[in-house]
């Protein structure tokens, strides 16, 4: 058997290619691939940005499938266990995963809706970031990201939890899912905003969500004294800051990408993540917008990389 794997082998050019079916050593598991999310990260190499891996590569890296065969000294799985993953090259039929790196998934939710690496990212900004209960917090950036970190969020005792962005669609998903306050920035008055929500103070804690300058130069904006700025999106070019607001507000800034976790985010966050899908704190059904099959994954890419307004979250289904 043949295994067909996705290599994007430059900027806008994605081909299927084929290899041996791959086989997992010790402490590794073979997984059929069921769907795997479209990462942000792929599209910006799609589009020819900077991004942390070089072309030609077989890519992708949120899978969720069924667990095939295990290597040696794998006790904790078993062929037929549905799961989550983080693992490459997931844009495939099938891949090798480390067993340390995969989580159970429960019966009920299907496979495209437990797309499990963007979760685990969403437990390691919360984990690293550290909210506090009273804190008043804003959200820039009602994507995919965005809106998962809100799920996260919600209930979590602040004082106020706001939203920001320029779809109101998006903003309308943000208060469904638990933001007491949704700001339009190119419509509304976003002084007056803060004003009303921290009376005047400023928020305590700010995660930058957007992926893009404008939304750094906001949560500069709108962040209080001595607060928390989390940077959450991957900003694939260099992003101007003012370091004289930074210095004056004497803000905490916070890098909470996975790698500031380490190993902790492929194995700890990940699991954390499964038992909060399963208890329904994640719920990805209205923002899985758009679904492929593997051999469409040029045409996925070249729509998603034009962030079309009813897009929000794409996944390929082998």
């Known amino acids: 058997m043949r295994n067909r794997v996705g290599v994007l082998v430059s900027a806008g050019?994605?081909?299927?290619?084929?290899?041996?079916?791959?086989?997992?050593?010790?402490?590794?598991?073979?997984?059929?691939?069921?769907?795997?999310?479209?990462?942000?990260?792929?599209?910006?190499?799609f589009k020819g940005l900077p991004v942390w891996f070089t072309l030609p590569a077989p890519f992708g890296h949120e899978p969720v499938g069924d667990i095939v065969e295990v290597g040696p000294n794998v006790t904790a799985l078993k062929?037929?266990?549905?799961?989550?993953?983080?693992?490459?090259?997931?844009?495939?039929?099938?891949?090798?995963?480390?067993?340390?790196?995969?989580?159970?998934?429960p019966n009920n939710i299907p496979y495209e809706y437990a797309i499990g690496e963007p979760l685990a990212a969403i437990v390691?900004?919360?984990?690293?970031?550290?909210?506090?209960?009273?804190?008043?917090?804003a959200v820039i950036g009602s994507g995919y990201m965005g809106l998962l970190l809100i799920q996260a969020l919600r209930g979590m005792g602040f004082s106020e939890l706001a939203a920001f962005d320029i779809i109101d669609d998006r903003l309308k998903l943000a208060k469904e899912f638990g933001a007491t306050a949704i700001i339009n920035p190119s419509v509304d008055d976003v002084d007056k905003a803060i004003k009303e929500l921290t009376d005047g103070n400023g928020f305590n804690v700010v995660f930058e969500v957007s992926g893009n300058p404008s939304g750094v130069d906001l949560a500069t904006r709108i962040i209080g004294k001595r607060g928390r700025l989390s940077i959450v999106s991957y900003h694939s070019l260099p992003v101007q800051v003012n370091f004289r607001i930074w210095d004056a507000k004497g803000i905490d800034l916070v890098?909470?990408?996975?790698?500031?976790?380490?190993d902790e985010y492929a194995t700890i966050d990940l699991k954390i993540a499964a038992r909060l899908l399963e208890r329904g704190v994640f719920n990805q059904e209205k923002l899985i917008t758009h679904k492929w099959r593997l051999n469409e994954l040029q045409e996925a890419?070249?729509?998603?990389?034009?962030?079309?307004?009813?897009y929000i979250k794409g996944v390929i289904i082998p």
């Open 13 to 45: 050019l994605v081909r299927i290619e084929e290899y041996d079916m791959p086989k997992p050593r010790d402490g590794e598991v073979l997984i059929r691939v069921r769907a795997t999310g479209i990462c942000s990260g792929d599209i910006y190499a």
């Open 79 to 105: 062929p037929g266990d549905r799961i989550m993953a983080i693992g490459s090259p997931a844009y495939a039929d099938y891949l090798v995963a480390k067993a340390s790196s995969v989580a159970k998934i």
């Open 124 to 137: 390691n900004v919360v984990r690293v970031t550290q909210p506090r209960l009273g804190d008043y917090v």
């Open 255 to 262: 890098m909470a990408v996975p790698a500031r976790s380490g």
């Open 301 to 310: 890419l070249e729509y998603a990389s034009k962030k079309p307004r009813e």
